[in-house]
């Protein structure tokens, strides 16, 4: 049973517009959640993250959004970039951390 | 600081056969984890560790052994390989898993492929 879900496996944006990427959880326990960056050939890293008593974090042009209400939390890349192309993983934290299955992001210049 | 290390980065294996991945951090974390990565399934808890001695299953525990002998080394065995084992595995730490600004820094990764 998936805790976390990233439902859009790749997303396509034209560089300069706004990207948003978003995670669907079901474990109302979860009290922070993170976003991860992913090169091929390379470890995730960390992007930006929220605690569970916040809706929103903002970090540049990196901005989390959480809805607690609807157990969904998004991230937004304005203005986006090649090289922000990766796979993008949503995270949940509890007493372990729980990934989704990503979405692959490609910025076309 | 290395960070997290691991090895091999690469590895064939046969099918029965055993292996050991290994894993180390220089930054004194307490939190030591495992995941494998596969096509459409994301990041996948295997075990992880909150402290020397301590261990857990994650969400994939079978097939794999780990033990925390120390505060900077977490291996993972594989007892008996098997195909659906072929996966890239990433060793990961933090000081705390508690708390979002506590962040795991993740190694490079060990591609295994299991005929």
């Known amino acids: 049973d998936q805790q976390v879900k990233q439902n859009s496996p790749s997303l396509s944006v034209q560089e300069g517009r706004i990207s948003i990427l978003n995670c669907d959880y079901t474990?109302?326990?979860?009290?922070?959640f993170l976003w991860y960056k992913k090169y091929p050939a390379e470890g995730p890293t960390f992007l930006i993250s929220?605690?569970?008593?916040?809706d929103k974090n903002e970090d540049g042009r990196f901005t989390v959004f959480l809805n607690k209400s609807a157990k969904h939390l998004s991230l937004h890349i304005v203005p986006s970039q090649p090289g922000d192309s990766a796979v993008y993983f949503c995270?949940?934290?509890?007493?372990?951390?729980?990934f989704g299955q990503g979405t692959e992001l490609s910025v076309k210049p | 600081n290395a960070g997290v290390t691991q090895t091999p980065k690469f590895q064939v294996l046969k099918t029965g056969q055993s292996m050991t991945l290994q894993c180390a951090q220089d930054m004194n974390h307490e939190y030591m984890s495992w995941y494998r990565q596969d096509p459409g399934m994301g990041l996948r808890l295997i075990h992880y560790s909150v402290g020397a001695g301590i261990t857990d299953q994650g969400e994939v525990p079978n097939g794999y052994n780990v033990s925390r002998s120390t505060t900077e080394d977490f291996p993972l065995r594989l007892l008996s390989a098997a195909p659906s084992q072929t996966s890239v595995y990433f060793c990961?730490?933090?000081?705390?898993?508690?708390?979002?600004?506590?962040?795991?820094?993740f190694g490079p990764g060990t591609r295994l492929t299991v005929l």
């Open positions: 990961a730490s933090s000081y705390n898993v508690l708390g979002g600004t506590d962040t795991q820094y």
């Open positions: 474990n109302s326990m979860f009290d922070y």
């Open positions: 929220i605690s569970s008593i916040k």
């Open positions: 995270a949940a934290s509890a007493e372990k951390l729980i």
